[in-house]
């Protein structure tokens, strides 16, 4: 048996655990977020603390600053007996963070306030070249500074800001391993952007941020256990377990797009064989439509308009397109199959800009998946297609930057450790 | 954007979440069982709780009678200052509880305290037909007897069993999917299980056991995040995240053996093709064997006799079965890459009957799976075989139960709720 040298007892240690961290108050803080306005009564009896700590902790965050009391104006026609009953609301002005997502074509930043409510929102296009760290803060802070004018709230204001990048992100040491957006690989790039935008910066994966919007903002508010899958230039993948962000334990999990789903198949761009990817991303769509439509890409310029042009074909009933997007259905449908068997979601969100090319989600696709789901009368998760844009991921960012916020000034009270960024 | 009716602010809404009911309590009893014997001052520091809500939590598990307080005697040659310091450990006899694994050829059984200790241990062989749920529990029962005899412990004193079964199990309701071992589908087994036995009877899938023994006598008492694969008769997976067991959001995922490696690939026993399963579990090795070496698996009997005569083949340069090993070897891999592209653990734990065949783990098996992990310098799990037989999914049927029974106990006193098994 192997047993830890000193350890007398069984059971998981679980002290070191970042779950313990999550104290009550980080449950209530955010309990009261989630609800908007609430009474310290629903609180204690949703949480099921006791009204004792309830109140005692609820004190603490108004002393704090983060919340504030509200009187409840009696509803219309409603009789006024003695005091209007208070509930318990976060403080919208307590502090401000900046969301911005970044691509290849477009930067969009928004800026939010302490309760999550978006104050106003910029997009700047610009070169898809990958290129310096430095030229991408450049545009980052551009981008930013438009919003803060749309929003009216200065830089100095800002308290935290959540920044999303394609490619693969250690969210936890705020590096980015690998991006196509960046000309170096393995940079501290958290640490480079705080300098930059003089403001402490959390990065991570575009595609956790749309998880994280669809968490804050969209489906999680009711679904405890979900998973996104993004279908843009590569195939990304982000899943919440029990209303957290599942990243890992290094922070670089979730690459469904580099799931191997034939050994020794298509060649990938990652240099392997055989991943998800190879048969379902664009590249892969337009690889085929050179081979057999003769479709010469550097000529058509841009790999959105190819797709458009082969999905036209498709659509006109053009042999060979309708095959290269029968095969990449086929195939989204044996990756979403094997995160269901993995898995075993409550609902499968699609997402990301390639999701206007129906095929990815027909019947027929929908289907195959099912055939290839573990069946024996198991509950199937919902599937849902949502198609929106840049914005919500922007959202997303900033929802990173309240969250990391929120964090660090719940957790100092405990340890007494200053508050950094990184 | 999706916002569900009736809610006004952000982020997610966690009241309903599982966790919440994870108090400050279980933590500080999760503690202590896990350190064995600790002082109040040391769960304080390790839990960051407040030393005053420590001190009224101790008392109110003192008073419940589940820890109790031990004066550590001083070390030989400590001079005695004082009064001798007071540590907090579980109560041994508060509880009692079984844990019972059943597979096709033996069923085993384990008697264990309330903090985790050994009592005794019994096993007994039987045929290995699927048959009805009555007649298995005629033998569990009768392995039961034979480990209470075994332990000194009456049936009466029993708090709650464990119970693991092969297949597919719905752990939160109670029941079985599927299992090889059952001649129905769909059964409410631990419910007739609970009348059976005397006793509230908390059922899970087998590979769900072995991991959460790792998770309280092995690994987990050191690191957080980690996989387990078990090679047995069929491909099982299990996932600790965060310390704690994940199994989907219908308690049905996890299923890697299932997971397809290879679109309209071989067929696999669900009636499916191009599962892991059908490239690597023992009846693929068989049916391949049956192929190229003309071995009639019906005249050879045990289909553990069979691999044991193809392994010595191979290992004597058979080619065809140096082949077929080969094979499975490269498709493990896949399956084992899979694991980590998606859930990046830091340890990935190989298990079960089948890892007696070096050929599943050998130095190029692991070579392969490295070659199809996404790289880009990640952080590369620590692979670890065990070997380890049924007593050890036995205790980890038994620590189902004590999780089970304490998350009863402990839950309580918060909901005034009576204690029922299912």
Wanted: glycine fraction near 10%; hydrophobic fraction near 40%.
């Amino acid at each position: 048996m192997d047993n830890n040298a000193g350890a007398k007892g069984v059971g998981p240690l679980i002290a070191q655990s970042s779950e313990i961290s999550r104290t009550l108050k980080q449950q209530i803080f955010e309990h009261v977020r989630g609800a908007g306005l609430c009474a310290r009564v629903d609180i204690s009896s949703s949480l099921q603390i006791s009204p004792a700590t309830v109140t005692s902790i609820i004190n603490e965050l108004i002393q704090a600053g983060f919340i504030h009391e509200v009187t409840t104006p009696p509803r219309e026609g409603e009789p006024v007996r003695g005091r209007p009953p208070v509930s318990i609301a976060i403080r919208n002005d307590a502090f401000y963070v900046a969301g911005i997502k970044t691509n290849d074509k477009t930067h969009t930043a928004v800026i939010m306030d302490f309760a999550g409510n978006m104050l106003g929102s910029a997009d700047i296009a610009h070169n898809s070249a990958s290129r310096s760290a430095s030229n991408i803060l450049n545009e980052v802070n551009a981008v930013l500074q438009h919003a803060l004018n749309a929003s009216g709230i200065e830089h100095t204001q800002l308290s935290a800001i959540g920044l999303g990048l394609p490619g693969l992100i250690d969210c936890a040491a705020g590096k980015v391993i690998w991006s196509p957006m960046l000309d170096q690989q393995n940079i501290a790039f958290a640490s480079l952007a705080s300098d930059a935008l003089g403001c402490p910066v959390y990065i991570d994966n575009d595609t956790n941020l749309v998880t994280l919007a669809e968490l804050w903002f969209g489906k999680g508010r009711t679904v405890s256990d979900f998973a996104v899958v993004t279908i843009e230039h590569g195939i990304g993948m982000g899943l919440v377990v029990n209303h957290r962000i599942y990243r890992g334990a290094h922070g670089v999990g979730m690459e469904l797009g580099h799931t191997k789903v034939q050994l020794d198949g298509a060649l990938c761009r990652c240099g392997q064989r055989g991943c998800l990817e190879a048969y379902v991303a664009d590249y892969a769509l337009v690889r085929e439509a050179s081979t057999a439509l003769n479709f010469d890409p550097s000529e058509m310029g841009d790999i959105g308009l190819v797709l458009d042009r082969l999905f036209d074909e498709a659509k006109s009933g053009h042999e060979a397109a309708t095959t290269i997007f029968k095969r990449a259905g086929r195939y989204l449908a044996t990756g979403l199959a094997n995160v269901i068997n993995l898995f075993d979601p409550s609902l499968v969100i699609l997402s990301g800009a390639r999701m206007q090319y129906d095929f990815l989600y027909e019947d027929e696709v929908l289907h195959e998946m099912e055939r290839q789901t573990l069946d024996w009368q198991r509950t199937r998760p919902d599937i849902e297609v949502h198609t929106w844009g840049d914005l919500l991921w922007a959202q997303g960012a900033a929802a990173l930057a309240l969250s990391e916020l929120t964090e660090t000034l719940l957790g100092v009270s405990y340890t007494n450790q200053s508050a950094g960024a990184n």
